[in-house]
């Protein structure tokens, strides 16, 4: 006798869609009968200089270890971390990602009968947690893809747990600058959590953005949520942190799983953090990525929005569904985002100079047919 375990499950959870991840290489392979080796992806954001190879002997040296558990603590990390951003252990929590924090952030201050505030067109883990536990997502409309933060707070009433922001912001690469967030942090209610998603924070030049750990000592009800999965290069590994006060640390390590970062993701961030010739090259060919993107999308008349990220989305004029299938066939992967309600966008992520080079070729040739 079989059973409807959807119609069980909790309110929220019946009405999800599965998270849709940037389509991998062999599934492309397979799909169209395409060299892998002549694929190209763009979809998901990641670092394209690869591996750090300080990064794969550290890891190389830790695999004779891994029939044991990690450090549930992740102690090593968690003092890295404070060392480099002059942070407390206390204040650090770690997460699989930066997506489990907010999972972690929504489980621990969203129920049914609370609500979360956040943009359109703003990463779609927010919403997806916040309906997973039976809160009320508040969307608040963009001004030019960007956040309206005068909505936002102007959204926020007793049963606001959460406001989450991510600057700069996926998909659209729209960010904040200093002046604007102390103004929202300010006039939020103490009883408010703001999670500042700082994913691709890194990217930035310095001094283009804020830095969210500068205002933690100001604003207790600040969280700053990051990851080494993109500008560190350790997507494969899955792991992030959040850093806040010692209060808010607390309630999030309650619910966290004690292994929630493995130890090969541990060895590989402290090994990371301590490379900043890696981090400067990745800025550098993001930098130069990004200008050869903006120059070739204008030479073939298309608009995109600005981004402070190692993306960009792209306005194509016209639903981009058909558009990203003949990418497909020329074995370049890129994002739509209709799911962001921008169906004439693809999010494109910066390669290297020849992977960059491709898409646009391929593009060329698809606008053409």
């Known amino acids: 006798m079989s059973c409807d375990f959807l119609a069980l499950a909790v309110p929220g959870v019946q009405k999800l869609s599965p998270y849709v991840t940037g389509k991998p290489i062999d599934e492309l392979a397979r799909e169209l009968g395409i060299d ?52 407390r252990p206390e204040q650090i929590t770690l997460g699989n990602g930066s997506n489990d924090i907010i999972d972690l952030v929504a489980r621990c201050w969203l129920a ?30 963009a001004i030019d893809y960007g956040y309206d933060l005068n909505g936002m707070l102007e959204a926020i009433d007793e049963q606001t747990g959460v ?10 690469g729209t960010w904040i600058g200093p002046q604007a967030l102390e103004n929202f942090l300010e006039r939020v209610p103490a009883h408010v959590l703001v999670v500042l998603d700082e994913a691709y924070i890194e ?24 990851t080494l999965c993109k500008a560190y290069g350790l ?8 850093a806040s006060s010692p209060r808010i640390a607390d309630v999030l390590n309650r619910v966290r799983q004690p292994f929630n970062v493995n130890s090969l993701a541990l060895t590989a961030a402290c090994v990371a953090l301590d490379d900043e010739a890696y981090l400067a090259e990745g800025r550098r ?18 608009k995109w929005i ?4 190692n993306f960009l989305a792209v306005d194509l004029g016209r639903d981009a569904t058909e558009i990203n299938a003949g990418l497909l066939r020329e074995g370049v992967i890129v994002r739509p985002i209709a799911g962001y309600d921008m169906p004439t966008f693809l999010r494109v992520s910066i390669g290297t100079e020849a992977e960059n080079a491709r898409f646009l070729d ?8």
Do not use: W
């Not at 004779?64 to 990390?77: A, H, K, N, V």
């Not at 060919?285 to 298309?302: D, P």
């Not at 391929?362 to 047919?369: E, N, T």
């Open 36 to 87: 892998p080796a002549r694929i190209v992806k763009l979809a998901s954001n990641e670092n394209p200089l690869g591996p750090n190879p300080r990064v794969l002997e550290a890891i190389a040296a830790e695999l004779p270890e891994l029939s044991r558990y990690p450090d549930g603590s992740g102690f090593q990390l968690k003092a890295k971390l404070a060392e480099r951003f002059g942070l």
């Open 112 to 141: 049914p009968g609370r609500n979360a505030v956040f943009s359109a067109h703003a990463f779609a883990a927010y919403p997806i947690c916040t309906q997973a536990v039976g809160a009320e997502s508040r969307v608040v409309p």
């Open 163 to 172: 406001v989450f922001i991510a600057n700069p912001n996926n998909p659209t």
């Open 203 to 226: 990217f930035a030049e310095d001094g283009e953005l804020p830095n969210g750990l500068d205002y933690l000592d100001r604003y207790p009800n600040l969280l700053v949520s990051r």
């Open 235 to 242: 997507a494969g590994l899955r792991v992030g942190y959040a």
């Open 285 to 302: 060919v993001n930098r130069a990525g990004m200008a050869q993107l903006e120059k070739g999308l204008s030479e073939l008349g298309l």
């Open 306 to 309: 600005p981004s402070r990220g």
């Open 362 to 369: 391929a593009l060329r040739v698809v606008l053409d047919q």
